[in-house]
């Protein structure tokens, strides 16, 4: 039968054999050189941009011969658009936060509530 003191010497044998090899791998390895900060790798930046301004011509390109309508109509249909906002804007700035009108003289005198400033 193996004692444990036996045990525990195989153990650290072991263990320093294991420790001295990995010491041994690590003073033979290399370090790969890093370089922080610009590369002298301008070819990327310029397949980048050509790649970029390709894309948007062939985006512009797919716009136009998607469009359903006209450049006359989409004007038309854009400024109805805007338009159609103005109005909404215009009807709710017109009216106060119960839907009495702000210009108008109410009925019944407003307390303000605690929370509003005057």
């Known amino acids: ?16 054999e294991a420790g001295k090899k990995a010491n041994d791998v690590l003073k033979n390895a290399e370090i790969p050189e890093i370089s922080v900060g610009r590369r002298n790798d301008g070819a990327g930046l310029l397949w980048f941009g050509i790649g970029l301004t390709l894309g948007a011509v062939i985006g512009m390109l797919v716009a136009f011969v998607a469009t359903p309508m006209n450049g006359e109509q989409a004007r038309q249909k854009i400024s109805e658009q805007v338009d159609k906002v103005r109005r909404q804007k215009e009807e709710s700035s017109t009216f106060g936060t119960n839907g009495s009108s702000v210009y108008g003289s109410s009925t019944t005198p407003v307390t303000p509530t605690p929370y509003e400033r005057s």
């Open 1 to 16: 039968m193996v004692s444990t003191k036996d045990l525990r010497d195989i153990f650290n044998d072991l263990t320093n």
